[in-house]
C-alpha cells in the first residue's frame, strides 16, 4: 500500500521569506500523480500545486514549486515571498495514475505559520 | 459555477443514533469521493462512485458505515449507531472523468459530526 509521510508536524516561516515543507512517499508504482493541498482554519481544501510523475520538470505555481526527485521519492514544496494568508495546514497527497481506485493518499500534515 | 456542498455542517449525535450525512458534487463531476478527517490528522479515504457505481468501499471503517449515490449525483454518507469515534469532520470531494485526464479532486467545506 502507499503511504505518504510528513515528517514536520509545525513549519514556522517571518512574512516575505521562503519556507520548505517535506513529503516523501512510498510506492512500486512507476506512474503516480503528487498533490499540494492547503486547508485555511476555514477547513476547505485547496489544491496547491500537482506533478506528474512522468514529467522530470518540476511544477511550479506562482509562488509555489516542488522539489520532485522521483528516485529518493521525495516530494517537497517551497512558499516563496510567504504571506499572511499562506498560514493553513498543508497536505502532501498521492494518486496512482493508472488502474485500480482513483482515492488520495494523504500525509498527516504540516501546520505553517506566518509571522508578521 | 457553485462548488462541492455538503449539509448539514455541523451534526451533534447521541451515541446509539443514526445519521445521514449529504453530499452535492460540481455539476457533471463524474467521480465522487468521501473522506474522514479525525482532528489533527490528514484525510483518510473511505469510498469513491464512478456515476452511480461505488467503486472502491475499501475505507470504510465497519458495516455500520454505509454511503449511497443513487442517481450518479448526490451522495449521501449514512452511518447507523453512531460511536464515539466516529467523530471526525466528514469531507467530500469530486473530480471530473479520468478518462479525460481530468484527476484533480475538488473538495467541500465537510460536515463535523460528535458523537455524545
Known amino acids: 500500500a502507499q503511504t505518504v509521510t510528513q515528517s514536520q508536524p509545525e513549519m514556522s516561516v517571518q512574512e516575505a521569506e521562503t519556507v520548505t515543507l517535506s513529503c516523501t512517499y512510498d510506492t512500486s508504482e512507476s506512474d503516480y500523480y503528487l498533490f499540494w493541498y492547503k486547508q485555511p482554519p476555514s477547513r476547505q481544501m485547496i489544491l496547491v500545486i500537482r506533478?506528474?510523475?512522468?514529467?522530470?520538470q518540476n511544477a511550479t505555481e506562482n509562488r509555489f514549486s516542488v522539489n520532485f526527485q522521483k528516485a529518493a521519492k521525495s516530494f517537497s514544496l517551497k512558499i516563496s515571498d510567504s504571506q499572511l494568508g499562506d498560514a493553513a495546514m498543508y497536505f502532501c497527497a498521492y494518486r496512482r495514475a493508472q488502474g485500480g481506485s482513483e482515492k488520495l493518499v494523504f500525509g498527516k500534515g504540516t501546520k505553517l505559520t506566518v509571522n508578521p | 459555477g457553485a462548488g462541492v456542498s455538503q449539509s448539514p455542517r455541523y451534526k451533534v449525535a447521541k451515541r446509539g443514533q443514526d445519521v445521514a450525512l449529504r453530499c452535492d458534487p460540481i455539476?457533471?463531476?463524474?467521480?465522487l469521493f468521501w473522506y474522514q478527517q479525525a482532528l489533527g490528522q490528514g484525510p483518510e479515504f473511505l469510498t469513491y462512485f464512478q456515476n452511480e457505481a461505488q467503486l472502491d468501499k475499501s475505507g470504510l471503517p465497519s458495516d455500520r458505515f454505509f454511503a449511497e449515490r443513487p442517481e450518479g449525483s448526490v451522495s449521501t454518507l449514512k452511518i447507523q449507531r453512531t460511536q464515539q469515534e466516529d467523530s471526525a469532520v466528514y469531507l467530500c470531494a469530486s473530480s471530473l472523468a479520468r478518462r479525460l485526464g481530468q484527476y484533480e479532486q475538488y473538495f467541500g467545506p465537510g460536515t463535523r459530526l460528535t458523537v455524545t
Open positions: 506533478q506528474e510523475a512522468y514529467k522530470q
Open positions: 455539476s457533471g463531476h463524474v467521480s
